[in-house]
């Protein structure tokens, strides 16, 4: 079955450190990969997408994330963290449905970021 | 375009009551999703539209959940008789279908349901 594993359910750094949040995914198929980032109370902020191509992916904010085939992973990485991005951020894998167009996401239960001053 | 809304933002109800949430997706936007998402855990799919057409349901949605997309723009998810256990934020998000399939989904700020 479809999955997302989100190993870290909390990570501290020092504001000014790198940052790296793992997300391994199990799917048969080519993924659609995703990372979304929730403060508290609010919905979730899509921060970038890979869907196929350079495996680099830019995205708002800053972030960055690196799909490894090999490693079935989606690592998201900042490389200078600011007070402000402390939040719960989520992988993601986007299904594809009977039609083979992609239909609901499948999503990791998330890192909780904590930023040190 | 202002996003996608949600209504009420958060609802507070007693177990057995009946309650009706609404979603109005980016305008355009022909794909519509409902989710679940309870403390500490991430998002859980409930089902989607495609226009006024549900195409996809959860085995999470139990017979008191029913969710409706009318003339294919807004759509209302109610859940009768509530549990305590209903107790979480119900997510909306949207998209628009893309020939290549690679959708990209947009969430709403959520409904927070309490069941006491």
């Known amino acids: 079955a479809q999955s997302v594993t989100q190993p870290d359910i909390h990570i501290t750094v020092s504001e000014g450190a790198s940052l790296e949040l793992r997300c391994n995914y199990s799917y048969g198929a080519t993924p659609y990969l995703f990372w979304y980032v929730q403060s508290p109370g609010q919905g979730l902020q899509l921060l970038l ?65 904590s930023v040190k001053p | 375009d202002t996003g996608v809304s949600q209504d009420p933002r958060h609802k507070i109800t007693k177990r057995g009551q009946n309650v009706t949430f609404r979603c109005d997706p980016i305008s355009e936007h022909n794909r519509l999703y409902w989710y679940r998402q309870t403390l500490g855990q ?40 509530t549990e305590q256990g ?19 989904q947009y969430f709403g700020p959520g409904t927070r349901l309490t069941v006491l």
Not at chain 2, 90 to 97: D, K
Request: one cysteine or more; aromatic letters at 12%; a positive charge.
């Open chain 1, 49 to 113: 997408k890979y869907f196929s191509g350079d495996t680099l992916v830019q995205g708002i904010k800053g972030f960055e994330a690196e799909f490894k085939r090999s490693q079935s992973s989606f690592n998201l990485r900042k490389p200078s963290v600011h007070w402000s991005d402390a939040a719960e951020y989520f992988c993601a894998v986007g299904l594809m449905n009977y039609g083979g167009s992609q239909g609901n996401l499948i999503f990791g239960k998330g890192t909780k970021l």
């Open chain 2, 42 to 81: 991430g998002p859980e799919f409930l089902t989607y539209f495609q226009n006024e057409a549900q195409l996809e349901k959860s085995r999470l949605l139990s017979d008191r959940f029913s969710a409706e997309r009318p003339k294919g723009s807004f759509s209302t998810l109610e859940i009768q008789r």
């Open chain 2, 86 to 104: 209903d107790s979480a934020m119900y997510l909306c998000a949207s998209s628009p279908r893309t020939s290549a399939g690679t959708d990209t």
